[in-house]
T-cell receptor, first 112, second 115 residues
Framework: DAKTTQPPSMDCAEGRAANLPCNHS???????VYWYRQIHSQGPQYIIH???NNETNEMASLIITEDRKSSTLILPHATLRDTAVYYC?????????????FGTGTKLQVIP | DVKVTQSSRYLVKRTGEKVFLECVQD?????MFWYRQDPGLGLRLIYF???????EKGDIPEGYSVSREKKERFSLILESASTNQTSMYLC??????????????FGDGTRLSIL
């Protein structure tokens, strides 16, 4: 799986959009981009994933560049409960098992 | 929504005890996984199962075993607990299809302390 690079930390004002970048310059054509987050002392929470088109769900939007070498997770109106470590991972589809491996992620601090 | 439920959030056991961690998912997923998460080491896969009574070793199976008697339930067993098994244990599940891009969904974790 392709390696990802994320900034170690970011701050965001409450109510503003949080834009979290991820670089995956070695991504292969069939690899998907996934985002998870982990709030302190809880399990990882799946947020969103995509292949090449932009995706949106009730939690966030995922913007993938045309060359697919980077992506941005957007939390449109950040709240204090969005304070967490956000992980971007790249994985290829598999018929069954494929383990999840997180990098160091981005620690997002939402400020009142 | 997918729900993965782990039986305990916090657990304290003694060295040498046999410890059972239970995980239940309500989405009829074929695949289930057990990980441990430690500071600086990230997520490490212990065991996974792709069907009832089927299991495969992950990266760090030593000292652990698993049981999957029903599709919705996957148990992790520490045969004789040791202090180096103090960790956060995470269960996850995902559907299994021929060409699957579906994500794994995690439970809230069990923080296990071995004294």
């Amino acid at each position: 799986d392709a390696k990802t690079t994320q900034p170690p930390s970011m701050d965001c004002a409450e109510g503003r959009a949080a834009n979290l970048p991820c670089n995956h310059s070695t991504i292969s054509g069939n690899e998907y981009v996934y985002w998870y987050r982990q709030i302190h002392s809880q399990g990882p929470q799946y947020i969103i994933h995509g292949l090449k088109n932009n995706e949106t769900n009730e939690m966030a939007s995922l913007i993938i560049t045309e060359d697919r070498k980077s992506s941005t997770l957007i939390l449109p109106h950040a709240t204090l409960r969005d304070t967490a470590v956000y992980y971007c991972i790249v994985r290829r589809p598999s018929g069954g098992y494929q383990k999840v491996t997180f990098g160091t992620g981005t620690k997002l601090q939402v400020i009142p | 929504d997918v729900k993965v439920t782990q039986s305990s959030r916090y657990l304290v056991k003694r060295t040498g005890e046999k410890v059972f961690l239970e995980c239940v998912q309500d989405m009829d997923h074929e695949n289930m996984f057990w990980y441990r998460q430690d500071p600086g080491l990230g997520l490490r896969l212990i065991y996974f199962s792709y069907d009832v009574k089927m299991k495969e070793k992950g990266d760090i199976p030593e000292g652990y075993s698993v049981s999957r008697e029903k599709k919705e339930r996957f148990s992790l067993i520490l045969e004789s607990a040791s202090t180096n098994q103090t960790s956060m244990y995470l269960c996850a599940s995902s559907p299994r299809t021929v060409y699957s891009n579906q994500p794994q969904h995690f439970g809230d974790g069990t923080r296990l302390s071995i004294l």
